[in-house]
Every structure is written in structure tokens, then in C-alpha cells.
């Protein structure tokens, strides 16, 4: 089968090479899965240079989400050969291939109401948008929810989670392009970056109070402008560092200002409490058939771009989710 690999450290577009490998197996408690999406995430890119909390030996195959065919059952696995699945891959061996072997303890049953690039990204990025605002911080219908990269794969997701929860959404976003895709998900407020002064807008869009909520993959210059526009008792929720800078809290300012900084790290949830991603995962699968939410899929394309895609995600150029279709024809679908 094809497989991308990558054999050194480096950025995605350089270092993922389109191989031809052995097709896996299903193994004991194994599924192996004929992949029919792959969606691609910014930890793809960050695995490809050698920077995310896990480093797999190399070479390996990255791509962390799949919705998938089943084709074949391993010995004591629970699974029915052409059904539709998701999951998340154990690298080495990752989604950005033809067939995979996954654990079938860890696959989910994909929503009948998405399509498979649809279904493909409704997994990791809806899921951290659930725990993040519901587990982590418990927001409450009327509260103002504020999402940095409101446009982008990870923002649009709670963008639709947060309006689902009856929040006043306000969407931060760079550039005009990405404020449509932002006012088109359902943000109340759509604030650029580049142009408007985050701050002053939020404050004025609530009274003075500051945003109840705030949902930060960013980092950087996000997370110093939400410090200081988050309300008394607000919480901010701290999902990634897509801008490539960590932040320095000043626990200070946290206490006089009566603010919670809250992490998430959704994977830790698949060892502590594997029940809870089943039980959101049904709520998703709820919301999707309602058509509450839908993964907004900006492009589809074949595996043969697969790199290309990982780096546009990794450059921050492309809005909502990119998803790697290996059965479609080349050409794409931009």
C-alpha cells in the first residue's frame, strides 16, 4: 500500500515521503481499516518536526484521525467488516495511508449524518471543544464565550459547541477572508486580529464585564489579551500554542483579578476516563443528527497531497479542516 513517512525531523512539505510499505494486519483486539478520511491536524505538522509530546521512532506514518472501513477483524476484537468507524491511531503507524491497524477498544461509530471527511473531523477537535468548555469550564447558557482562531479547525469546532450551549459567541480571526467563515459558523462578534483592538471590542461588546469564557489554541499575544479582557471569575481554557509561542502566566494577575487558567489535554482522557469520550462522543453524535454542528470541511484532498496539506494547516493559511480523501482523484477539492 501507499503510506506517507517521515524518515528525519523538518517541516512537513520537506521531510513527508509518499512510500510504498507492507499492508499491516489486524492483530490481537485489533481492526484494520481501509482509510476513507484522514483529517489533518496541527499536531501532525508539530510531530513531523519533532516538537510534539510524543516523538515516535522514525520512520512513521503521522495523521491522528481517521474515519475508516472496516475490512478485517484481529483475534478477540469486537467489529463488523464494512462498518464505518473512527479513530485515532497508535504512531508509528498513523492515518495518512491507504490501510491501518487500530486498537478496537478506541474505535467510535461514525455519525450516520456526516460524510467522511465530515466524520473524520468531528473526533479529537469537537471532542476537546467539549471537555474544554463543558468539563473544564463548566459554561452556562447567557455566559460570553471568546475563541481565538475562530475560523480555523479547532476554533470553528467550539465556535459551534459554544452557540450550541446557548453562549453569546465573540470569534477572533486574521484577515477578512477568515471573519466571513467566523460570522458564517454563528459568532455573534467577529473581531480581526490585525485591524481591531481585541481588548477594547470585548469590553465594550460586554458592558465592561469581559468574556465568561475564553477558549485559547493559540498562545502567544492571545493569551496576553485575554488576561486582560476575561471577566471576574472568568476561566480561560488553554488548549494549544499554534502561534509557537508559550505564554508566561503571572499568577499574580490571576489572583487579583479572581480568573481561573485551565489546561486540556484531551488525550489524557483516552487513560483516565475512557467512559467520558464514549459518553461525549454520543452527544456529538446527537448534535450532528440535529445539524447543531457540522465539521466545516474547507477542502477535500488525495492522499497524493497529503504534505502539502499538513503544511498549509502548519502555516496557518487554510480555514476550518483540511481532510485527505484517499480514494478521491487528484485534483483536490479547494
Not at 66 to 80: K, L
Not at 88 to 115: I, K, M, R, S, Y
Not at 139 to 155: D, F, K, M, P, Y
Request: net charge negative; aromatic share 4%.
Amino acid at each position: 500500500m501507499q503510506a506517507w513517512r517521515v524518515h528525519d525531523n523538518g517541516e512537513p512539505g520537506e521531510v513527508m515521503r509518499l512510500d510504498e510499505v507492507p499492508d499491516p494486519q489486524a492483530g490481537p483486539g485489533q481492526l484494520l481499516l481501509r482509510v476513507r478520511a484522514v483529517n489533518v491536524n496541527f499536531p501532525d505538522a508539530l510531530l513531523c518536526r519533532g516538537q510534539y509530546q510524543v516523538r515516535p521512532p522514525l520512520p512513521f506514518t503521522p495523521g491522528v484521525e481517521v474515519c475508516g472501513e472496516v475490512v478485517a477483524v484481529g483475534e478477540g476484537a469486537e467489529g463488523a467488516v464494512g462498518s464505518r468507524v473512527l479513530a485515532t491511531p497508535t504512531l508509528p503507524a498513523g492515518g495518512f495511508a491507504e490501510l491501518v491497524a487500530v486498537e478496537a477498544t478506541a474505535t467510535l461509530p461514525a455519525p450516520d449524518a456526516l460524510d467522511d471527511a465530515e466524520a473524520a473531523a468531528l473526533h479529537i477537535g469537537y471532542q476537546t471543544g467539549w471537555f474544554g468548555l463543558h468539563r473544564r469550564a463548566r459554561i452556562q447558557s447567557g455566559e460570553t464565550l471568546l475563541v481565538h482562531a475562530a475560523a480555523g479547525g479547532v476554533g470553528s469546532a467550539a465556535v459551534q459547541l459554544g452557540k450550541a450551549a446557548g453562549a453569546t459567541v465573540i470569534g477572533v480571526v486574521g484577515g477578512q477572508d477568515k471573519a466571513r467563515v467566523a460570522r458564517e459558523l454563528g459568532c455573534d462578534l467577529v473581531l480581526d486580529r490585525r485591524a481591531d483592538d481585541i481588548v477594547a471590542a470585548v469590553k465594550e461588546a460586554t458592558g465592561g464585564r469581559g468574556a465568561d469564557v475564553v477558549y485559547d489554541p493559540v498562545g502567544g499575544d492571545a493569551f496576553v489579551k485575554s488576561v486582560k479582557c476575561v471577566a471576574f471569575e472568568g476561566r480561560i481554557v488553554v488548549v494549544g500554542f499554534a502561534s509557537g509561542v508559550v505564554p508566561q502566566a503571572a499568577l499574580n494577575h490571576a489572583l487579583v483579578k479572581n480568573y481561573a487558567i485551565l489546561g486540556l489535554h484531551w488525550g489524557l482522557y483516552n487513560t483516565h476516563d475512557p467512559a467520558a469520550i464514549r459518553a461525549c462522543h454520543e452527544e456529538l453524535t446527537k448534535l450532528a443528527a440535529q445539524g447543531t454542528v457540522k465539521p466545516l470541511v474547507s477542502e477535500r484532498v488525495p492522499l497524493k497531497d497529503a504534505a502539502d496539506a499538513v503544511q498549509r494547516v502548519a502555516d496557518g493559511v487554510t480555514t476550518g479542516r483540511v481532510v485527505v480523501v484517499p480514494g478521491q482523484a487528484a485534483g483536490g477539492d479547494r
